[in-house]
């Protein structure tokens, strides 16, 4: 079978996770504090802060910057629902905003509409963009937009780590960035994620909130207001902190992977039989992600597929469709569309150029099966 996706789990790593299980450190360590500071290099912000995951991650941004109950945030109807979850969590409301159908992010357009013209009860305080699948969303525009109405950013980057718009790595653009580590992201530590910021109080209120609501001081521990539990553990980070100089010679591999399947399903494209995702630079490529022509039923082509020892699967959800996030203040068309057709196929750092053609030669037989 090829799988959709797979952990890149070095003996490297392996090793590094049983030195600090032999250690006996087990949750907070020097592996902790090493991933934090390496990941903060890396993304160029000031500070990195490790949690249980990366909904873990979306939640305490929005408690840091104090968003609950009689708040909206805005976030895009194409995601995974933890993005709108972690609103719901908080006590606010999410507000949905249709995507761009070509990047599959947050259309800055429809953004500026839905602030311009909202009359909702709530106040809305944040936008909270995502970067899809690794592709980067238009910060430029959605921070100025933020700007104009006082509105905090809050980056989704779960899927996006190393991905990079003009020279900045996203994640970093936004006053806070959450991560996932999740073992379908190009970097895992099983589960687990990370916020990022360059606001040292935002850190410290973070860091607090992560950890029961404490900070420990000359005087010892002292509980500074309530929360729970929210720390990743010291041998997850060791496993993370090992993969993480691999981090850009995986995405570099995955987009020569990418421009293959591009290259061989181009025909499929011309026909129209399917839409090809959009080329950016600072693409990350955690996921790859066909749209089928609505002619086609996605769960006889997943099916179909199965049969020729290929995983696929969906792309992403529409919080629209699912019916949870009520009332509606938009109406999407993009995002419903792209949750019915979309197609994900497998794509992982140590995939070769063949299982890519054999991917696609049977993608192209069984589209022209069903056509």
């Not at 909904?55 to 995601?79: E, R, S």
């Not at 569309?337 to 070769?352: I, N």
Request: charged residues 20%; negative net charge.
């Amino acid at each position: 079978m090829i799988n959709l996706s797979r952990p890149n789990i070095s003996e490297q790593a392996v090793e590094a996770v049983g030195r600090v299980l032999r250690s006996g450190q087990l949750v907070h360590g020097p592996e902790s504090e090493q991933f934090e500071s390496e990941l903060a290099k890396y993304l160029g912000c000031s500070d990195a802060m490790l949690v249980s995951s990366g909904t873990a991650a979306l939640y305490l941004a929005l408690m840091a910057l104090d968003i609950g109950p009689g708040d909206a945030v805005l976030v895009p109807d194409f995601t995974f629902p933890a993005t709108a979850n972690a609103v719901v969590a908080s006590g606010a409301r999410p507000v949905l905003v249709d995507v761009d159908v070509e990047t599959y992010n947050m259309n800055p357009d429809v953004l500026s509409e839905t602030v311009h013209g909202w009359q909702g009860e709530e106040r809305l305080r944040a936008v909270m963009p995502v970067h899809e699948f690794g592709h980067p969303a238009d910060m430029a525009m959605i921070n100025a937009i933020a700007k104009e109405y006082q509105l905090h950013v809050v980056e989704d980057a779960a899927c996006a780590l190393g991905a990079d718009l003009e020279g900045r790595k996203v994640g970093a653009i936004g006053e806070l960035g959450c991560f996932s580590f999740h073992p379908r992201k190009t970097l895992t530590t099983g589960e687990g994620g990370a916020i990022v910021t360059n606001d040292g109080e935002l850190a410290r209120r973070v860091r607090r909130l992560r950890n029961h609501g404490m900070e420990r001081t000359v005087d010892g521990m002292q509980f500074m207001e309530s929360s729970l539990n929210y720390r990743l553990t010291n041998f997850q980070a060791a496993l993370g902190l090992a993969q993480l100089p691999s981090l850009d010679i995986w995405i570099d591999a995955r987009r020569k992977l990418v421009a293959r399947y591009r290259e061989n399903l181009e025909p499929l494209n011309n026909k129209q039989l399917l839409t090809l995702p959009n080329m950016s630079r600072g693409h990350s490529w955690q996921t790859f992600m066909v749209v089928l022509d609505d002619s086609f039923n996605r769960a006889e082509v997943i099916e179909a597929l199965k049969e020729f020892g290929i995983e696929s699967n969906l792309g992403a959800q529409s919080m629209q469709q699912l019916g949870l996030f009520r009332p509606i203040h938009n109406l999407c068309k993009i995002g419903p569309r792209l949750y019915a057709q979309g197609l994900a196929l497998p794509l992982y750092e140590r995939m070769t150029l063949e299982q890519i053609d054999y991917v696609s030669d049977k993608v192209a037989s069984v589209l022209s099966k069903f056509a």
